[in-house]
């Protein structure tokens, strides 16, 4: 199996999988939850040019390992990507169609990692921009304190400082 249908197969099942999207209360299991910007207010032409501009960085960042990110950026990458397939309406077939394989024919250039890699940090920092994060939060961490709180001031006693 080459690494191109390996990853093909790895998006779409991905894709497919709105179990393990993140939500704004957490993900299943241990995956990295980071604050994505909120892309329901982009026109479809912004929506449609930042999923391009995405799926590119992440050909980029999967394909030359001197631009690997960290678990947190990829998340906010990641995380970011779904929202835009979710917000344009897109099934698997079709971001595979119209965004991924157009973002790895860039891979052909023989200078793809040098000319493209430098746009990885300018991606993160337009995603935080737009108010998403490479700081993991802990889901459900207010609401279990909020909870808490409210169980104290229902028992009549204050809660532990920490």
Same mark, same amino acid.
């Given at each position: 199996m080459t690494r191109w249908t390996a990853l093909m197969i790895a998006a #779409? $099942? !991905? @894709?497919t999988q709105p179990a393990l999207a993140q939500t704004s209360d957490g993900v299943p299991g241990d995956r990295v939850v980071v604050p994505l910007p909120d892309v329901s207010g982009l026109s479809d /032409? !912004? *929506?449609? *040019? @930042? !999923?391009? /501009? @995405? #799926?590119?960085? $992440?050909?980029?960042? !999967?394909?030359? +390992?001197e631009h690997d990110v960290s678990g947190p950026e990829f998340q906010l990458m990641a995380g970011t990507t779904d929202a835009l397939t979710e917000r344009l309406g897109l099934d698997p077939v079709s971001y595979d169609r119209d965004y991924v394989r157009p973002a790895f024919s860039v891979m052909s250039e023989a200078d793809a990692c040098d000319r493209l890699g430098p746009q990885v940090p300018e991606m993160i920092a337009r995603l935080e921009g737009m108010g998403g994060s $490479?700081? +993991?939060v802990t889901p459900g961490l207010a609401e279990a304190a909020a909870a808490e709180a409210a169980a104290d001031a229902d028992t009549g006693t204050d809660a532990p400082a920490q």
């Open positions: #779409a $099942t !991905a @894709l /032409d !912004a *929506a449609q *040019a @930042l !999923a391009h /501009d @995405l #799926a590119q960085m $992440t050909v980029i960042t !999967a394909e030359c +390992p $490479t700081q +993991p």
